[in-house]
C-alpha cells in the first residue's frame, strides 16, 4: 500500500547533538513538507520542496536543514543551533492534482 | 506565517450530542480541507472542499466551504467516543502558487460517554 513513512516514532538525544529525521513516501508525490506541533500550537512549517533538488524555508526554519536528493526522501536534520527542539514532527506530501496532503505519523523527539 | 481563525480552541460533550467547528480567513481560499488528529498519531484527511457553497458528507461529518469563500466550517452529528481527536481547517490561498496550506489551530474535542 502507498503512504508515508516517518521514522523513528521516538528519538531522545542529548543537547548539543544534531539528529535526523526520516521521511519516505512511495505515493509518487512530488511536494514534501516538514511541521513541528507543539502542544496549543498547532501546525508550523519548517521546511518544503516541490521538486526534487530544490526546496524552500518555511516560517520557522532557524535551526533546522534538509535535503531532497530523492523523489521518495525528504529528510530533517535538527540542528544544535536550534533553540527548543523538543516537539512533535511531522512530514507530509502532496500529489500535483489537488492540495490534499498525506501526512506521516510523526516523530517525537525529545532532547535531554 | 499566517494562521486561520479556528474555533472553538477545545469542547467536551456528551455522547450523542452533534458538534460544530468553524474556521475564518481574511484571504480568499480555492480549497478547504478537514483533518482529524488522534493521540501521538498524524492527521487523517477528514472532508476536501474545492467550490463555493459546496456542502459534503462523510458519514456523520458534514462540511461546507462558505460562499464567500473566506469560511469552511464542520459538523458532527451524534457524536461517539471514537470521534475525540483534535480536528484542523486547512485552505489553500486562492492567489498562491506554492501548494502550502494554511492551518487553524485546532479544535480539541473530548467526548464523556
Known amino acids: 500500500d502507498g503512504g508515508i513513512t516517518q521514522s523513528p516514532k521516538y528519538l531522545f538525544r542529548k543537547e548539543g547533538q544534531n539528529v535526523t529525521l526520516s521521511c519516505e513516501q512511495n505515493l509518487n508525490h512530488d511536494a514534501m513538507y516538514w511541521y513541528r506541533q507543539d502542544p496549543g500550537q498547532g501546525l508550523r512549517l519548517i521546511y518544503y520542496s516541490q521538486i526534487v533538488n530544490d526546496f524552500q524555508k518555511g516560517d520557522i526554519a532557524e535551526g533546522y536543514s534538509v535535503s531532497r536528493e530523492k523523489k521518495e526522501s525528504f529528510p530533517l536534520t535538527v540542528t544544535s543551533a536550534q533553540k527548543n527542539p523538543t516537539a512533535f514532527y511531522l512530514c507530509?506530501?502532496?500529489?500535483?492534482?489537488?492540495?490534499?496532503?498525506?501526512f506521516g505519523s510523526g516523530t517525537r523527539l525529545t532532547v535531554v | 506565517g499566517q494562521q486561520l481563525n479556528q474555533s472553538p480552541q477545545s469542547m467536551f460533550i456528551q455522547e450523542g450530542e452533534d458538534v460544530s467547528m468553524n474556521c475564518t480567513s481574511s484571504?480568499?481560499?480555492?480549497?478547504w480541507l478537514w483533518y482529524k488528529q488522534d493521540p501521538g498519531e498524524g492527521p487523517v484527511l477528514l472532508i476536501a472542499l474545492y467550490k463555493a457553497g459546496e456542502l459534503t458528507s462523510n458519514g456523520r461529518l458534514t462540511a461546507q466551504f462558505g460562499i464567500t469563500r473566506k469560511d469552511s466550517f464542520l459538523n458532527i452529528s451524534a457524536s461517539i467516543p471514537s470521534d475525540v481527536g483534535i480536528y484542523f481547517c486547512?485552505?489553500?490561498?486562492?492567489?498562491?502558487?506554492?501548494?502550502?496550506?494554511?492551518f487553524g489551530q485546532g479544535t480539541t474535542l473530548q467526548v464523556k460517554p
Open positions: 486547512a485552505g489553500h490561498k486562492f492567489s498562491s502558487n506554492t501548494g502550502k496550506l494554511i
Open positions: 507530509a506530501s502532496r500529489s500535483g492534482v489537488d492540495y490534499g496532503y498525506t
Open positions: 484571504s480568499i481560499f480555492n480549497t
